[in-house]
């Protein structure tokens, strides 16, 4: 059910139901990495390049605010670390209130559909969902297909995964991408959601943007896209070239070509 405040919030994170996030949360899972240090350059440099929200851990909210140049902001609220036991078992890390208190204009929340975690992270976002629709909080469910028995670009574990999303409430779902945009179509169709999706290992540009390409010809509705943004070289270029394909839709070479990156042969 939507609400003035859920529909406020939700236009501060995206543009006429279209997305591009870029979450820098990986601070937790895997320290300050590259991009990550200066978090205030990368924060003004992707927003400038046309991000629509940035996305960060609740105690990295007052770096954000003077960096995001009018961007939204999301708060997510679970974590893990690749030095811990398993870095698949995301723990709870923020309520509601505090993200609320942090200026977020939505949360979110990482689900591994198909692991062993799945029944706890399930209840978690269960529970997110309710306490964040009592103030009108957009949520952005990660859901990835993810476990011993499951492939992470399988569209029917996706498909699962982002239905999933939806039939407890999440209000935007981010996933895998499934490698086409044909395959995708079965993802996208699973859900009424907004379905975004990762950026996952770092390829080239060229690459980064014809998977972009791919989502949005399969229905998606933008990316949540991290490494991919926050690691290149030019942060600013690449934030606008997946802009330009997702507000735009431009075209992998297009998109190179506004945003002033090479094309490459």
């Given at each position: ?19 591009v996030i870029v979450p820098m949360d990986h601070g937790i899972t895997l320290g300050a990495v590259t991009g990550l240090k200066d978090i205030e350059s990368t924060i003004d440099a992707v927003t400038r390049g046309g991000a629509d929200a940035v996305l960060t851990q609740k105690g990295i ?205």
């Amino acid at each position: 059910m939507t609400s003035p405040g859920l529909d406020t919030r939700l236009d501060r994170i995206g543009t006429d139901g279209r997305y591009v996030i870029v979450p820098m949360d990986h601070g937790i899972t895997l320290g300050a990495v590259t991009g990550l240090k200066d978090i205030e350059s990368t924060i003004d440099a992707v927003t400038r390049g046309g991000a629509d929200a940035v996305l960060t851990q609740k105690g990295i909210a007052p770096r954000v605010h003077q960096n995001k140049n009018g961007a939204g902001y999301i708060v997510h609220v679970n974590a893990s670390t690749v030095i811990g036991p398993d870095a698949n078992d995301k723990r709870m890390t923020a309520t509601v209130e505090e993200a609320i208190r942090a200026g977020a204009d939505a949360v979110s929340l990482h689900i591994n559909v198909g692991s062993k975690y799945e029944p706890k992270q399930l209840e978690d976002l269960s529970q997110l969902t309710a306490d964040a629709g009592r103030f009108g909080i957009p949520v952005l469910a990660m859901a990835y297909a993810r476990g011993p028995e499951v492939e992470g670009d399988d569209p029917e574990a996706l498909g699962h995964a982002v239905r999933l999303a939806e039939e407890v409430g999440a209000d935007i779902v981010k996933t895998g991408y499934s490698g086409d945009a044909d395959s995708f179509e079965h993802v996208t169709e699973s859900t009424r959601l907004p379905v975004v999706i990762a950026g996952g290992s770092r390829g080239t540009d060229r690459e980064t943007l014809e998977m972009v390409r791919g989502a949005m010809d399969g229905g998606g509705a933008g990316v949540s896209m991290g490494r991919s943004i926050f690691q290149h070289e030019e942060p600013e270029a690449i934030a606008r070239a997946v802009a330009g394909v997702v507000h735009e839709d431009l075209s992998a070479d297009e998109a190179l070509e506004v945003s002033g990156l090479a094309l490459e042969i």
